[in-house]
């Protein structure tokens, strides 16, 4: 529970947003004799979008959302979106967004924002996909935005590493390859060996990135990638991304932008079985990991990030001292990180509203607060519930009533026919728990301990 001056500090940036929304200058082209009533645009809502909305509809006068329906998503993460009818019930104008076309959606908000007396104050990505067009939106509303030169750094992964590298920094070694020859050339070249990682160059969250421990895995992967129907954004890719595979602990840290001012908000720590599949992710204090706080920062500089959220997915190693050092980048993603984090951060940090401040960023609006903290009050874990085996689900065993529980969320259900995990979103399901650690940890175990799926 929130103490008495976490409240205030809260109250206080909620009537600062509302007070900045209203007076700050944003797309508009009504007559200045009727004031326009302040609007945000929220593009292809996946992540936390309740959350953000609930947000929106308490801090600004209207929303208007884009979806992009024709974007080829695989089944699973097109159960993350919400219908056109589920977010017409919620009171916001729904716009559609075909092929990509900046112009054509821009152009629409425009005419949106004349017909309707409405003043367009920020665009805010809730996917990886959104990620591509929000900040083309942005400046052609002339609204915030992030650097223009480097949008593509911030969705395509060897790009991405290519800034991040060019600013000095730590990065696995990688390169485009076509085919199995091009990938032993390569290999060859950057002195790698087995294991290595081949991804798809502009997906997202964990799918298709393969882990391969031989030539065998690596032709099964660039089989899946190249040339294939199509990758978890919906484009046919002509080449792979081939990486090094990296050692160490991975960690993710969580990032707010303000007016080009970039801070840690909350930070994660993975744990993960032999074969690299998720276990959990335990909340840490920022403050405990200087040198992996300070290269998340670099990161998302090189990549142009100068408002709204990001998160920065690395690996690191301990040294003898038991400090975490020499970071590596895996990823950076200039959105909401998902799997509930920023709900969860909420959670643990009572003066922290990753929401509010989300809004607040992009609609060009200073940092809400510098006594913010981002120390965790609580312990929170995020537990990934695996996929064995392949087959039809005939029974699900799962016991949660346990005393930290904040949430759960089952993907699958009694009648699926499922396959075995090979990333997040193919896990069963996920438990959240938050509460005393030596808590959380006994509740852990009992969790697991219940979790079964049964198969026919």
């Avoid at 425009?110 to 900040?135: F, R």
């Avoid at 600013?167 to 076509?178: F, Q, S």
Wanted: with cysteine.
């Amino acid at each position: 529970m929130a103490t008495p001056l976490a409240s205030a500090i809260i109250a206080a940036a909620l009537l600062s947003v509302m007070h900045l929304l209203h007076g700050a200058s944003g797309f508009a082209t009504h007559s200045d004799s009727m004031p326009a009533m302040p609007a945000v645009v929220i593009v292809d809502p996946v992540t936390d979008w309740r959350h953000v909305l609930e947000t929106c509809n308490s801090l600004v006068g209207r929303v208007i959302v884009v979806q992009m329906p024709d974007v080829d998503l695989p089944d699973k993460f097109q159960s993350f979106q919400p219908t056109s009818e589920a977010l017409i019930e919620q009171g916001v104008h729904v716009v559609q967004m075909y092929q990509r076309d900046v112009f054509s959606t821009t152009r629409q908000l425009q005419l949106i924002a004349k017909d309707e007396n409405l003043d367009l104050k920020g665009v805010i990505p809730l996917s990886e996909v959104a990620v591509e067009v929000v900040d083309l939106i942005a400046s052609t509303l002339d609204l915030p935005h992030n650097r223009l030169d480097l949008t593509t750094a911030r969705r395509d992964k060897g790009l991405m590493k290519d800034a991040v590298s060019a600013h000095g920094l730590r990065v696995a070694k990688h390169a485009r390859v076509d085919s199995m020859k091009s990938t032993e050339d390569t290999m060859l070249k950057l002195s790698l060996h087995y294991p290595i990682v081949l991804k798809t160059p502009s997906g997202m969250s964990t799918s298709d990135v393969y882990i391969c421990m031989d030539e065998q895995d690596a032709t099964a992967a660039l089989e899946a990638i190249v040339q294939s129907l199509g990758g978890p954004d919906g484009r046919i890719e002509s080449h792979a991304l081939l990486e090094e595979y990296l050692v160490g602990t991975e960690f993710a840290v969580n990032l707010m932008a303000f007016e080009g001012s970039v801070r840690v908000t909350d930070m994660w720590v993975y744990k993960k079985t032999a074969s690299a599949r998720y276990q959990s992710a335990d909340i840490c204090n920022p403050d405990d990991f200087p040198e992996l706080v300070a290269y998340a920062l670099r990161v998302a500089r090189a990549v142009g990030i100068r408002i709204g959220a990001a998160h920065v997915e690395l690996k690191a190693i301990k040294d003898g001292d038991g400090r975490y050092v020499d970071p590596a980048l895996i990823e950076v993603g200039a959105r909401l990180s998902g799997g509930r984090k920023s709900e969860m951060a909420k959670a643990a940090v009572s003066s922290w509203n990753p929401f509010a401040a989300l809004i607040n960023s992009h609609c060009g609006l200073p940092w809400p607060n510098e006594s913010v903290s981002r120390t965790p009050e609580c312990f929170v874990r995020h537990i990934f519930l695996p996929i064995e085996r392949a087959g039809r689900i005939s029974g699900i065993s799962l016991d949660t009533d346990v005393a930290t529980l904040h949430s759960s969320a089952m993907m699958v259900k009694i009648g699926d026919k499922v396959a075995v995990t090979t990333d997040i979103i193919s896990c069963a399901g996920f438990v959240w728990l938050v509460g005393d650690k030596d808590a959380v940890d006994k509740d852990t175990e009992n969790i697991l301990d219940s979790f079964e799926l049964i198969f026919d």
